[in-house]
């Protein structure tokens, strides 16, 4: 295997690990909300649900423009 096959793998399943975060994040936004956590309050419901989209959404998008391979000619 190859330096750069090494390193696309590494950054494959670090993004896979970034949107997982980001998932499990929204997932306790939501226990939260629900009240099946009862000794967090309300309104940390509502961060943890902002900071799990952006987590989820806009962080694996940043990573992949940072790393994207320049064109080859």
Same mark, same amino acid.
């Given at each position: %295997? ?7 793998? &590494? ?21 939260? &909300? ?27 998008? %940043? ?11």
């Amino acid at each position: %295997m190859t330096r750069e096959d090494r390193s696309a793998r &590494s950054r494959f399943f670090t993004i896979g690990a970034v949107r997982l975060a980001g998932a499990v994040t929204i997932a306790l936004a939501v226990a939260i &909300s629900y009240g099946r956590i009862a000794s967090v309050p309300g309104e940390l419901a509502y961060v943890l649900l902002a900071l799990g989209v952006i987590e989820f959404l806009v962080l694996p998008q %940043m990573l992949v423009k940072r790393w994207k391979s320049p064109p080859t000619e």
